[in-house]
């Protein structure tokens, strides 16, 4: 019991004096600066994720990603690329101070500090406005991550030809082959090439032929004299079987680009 104003008694302790009602406070007193979290503050956080959800969704409908072949590490010829998230890191890697022997400084020093100040740029502006003006130094430096990102990303996207990049690359639909085992030119491909280059020209040891600029007499003269990484005379059959040979790469190529 104690004595005095706001004199309070309880009869039994496993009950707190300091019980309070589980009915939500009235916010009328505060109009437009506060309110309650369930419904009203996550019901409107709920609504703009639903309508950013469908907007991403519509584009993705409308302009699908172009998707490539299974990445082929026997295959020189091929530039890798990141997904287009990634894209401004990529892109930062090709300026003199975050490359070669600054490569450190691309991977590592310059992104870690960028995102690192992110994560302390609520510490670092910790003032009790949440208006912009208020917030300048939090404000500012996610301004400055945003213009980097997008501008960085702009500019690599812009060297980069994705439709003739997708086409060159494009994959095969699973149990869709469009390989013709009638072709003439099949049987000197099965003993020559097969082994190496797989049964779809998919790849393996050796490059995918899907999506190759090759004219035919290129093809001839790099089966017989091989290039790169592949060695001459992997090829071991008469002229005809050579033109057919050929014949059969591009005209598979062709089925594969319809």
Request: some cysteine.
């Amino acid at each position: 019991m104690h004595k005095g104003k706001g004199m309070k008694f309880v009869g039994d302790s496993r009950i707190s004096a300091e019980k309070t009602s589980k009915i939500p406070k009235d916010y009328s007193e505060y109009p437009g600066r506060t309110e309650a979290f369930w419904p009203n503050f996550l019901l409107k956080e709920w609504l703009a994720g639903a309508v950013f959800l469908v907007g991403f969704l519509c584009l993705v409908l409308a302009h699908p990603s172009p998707l490539e072949g299974m990445a082929d590490p026997t295959d020189a010829a091929y530039i890798p690329l990141p997904d287009w998230y990634f894209l401004f890191l990529y892109e930062l890697l090709k300026y003199q101070f975050a490359s070669g022997n600054w490569i450190i400084l691309g991977i590592l020093v310059i992104p870690g500090i960028a995102f690192g100040s992110l994560i302390l740029a609520p510490f670092l502006d910790n003032g009790p406005g949440r208006r912009p003006r208020q917030r300048p130094v939090a404000v500012g430096m996610m301004l400055l991550a945003l213009v980097s990102c997008i501008w960085l990303t702009y500019t690599s996207a812009e060297h980069v030809d994705w439709e003739t990049r997708a086409e060159q690359n494009k994959p095969i639909p699973p149990g869709e082959s469009v390989v013709d085992q009638d072709h003439p030119g099949y049987a000197a491909y099965e003993n020559s090439c097969l082994s190496c280059h797989g049964g779809e020209l998919e790849g393996g040891a050796g490059p995918t032929l899907i999506g190759t600029e090759h004219t035919k007499e290129e093809i001839m003269d790099i089966a017989v004299n091989g290039t790169g990484a592949m060695p001459a005379d992997q090829f071991q059959g008469t002229d005809e079987e050579l033109e057919q040979l050929a014949d059969f790469i591009i005209e598979t190529n062709e089925a594969a680009a319809e």
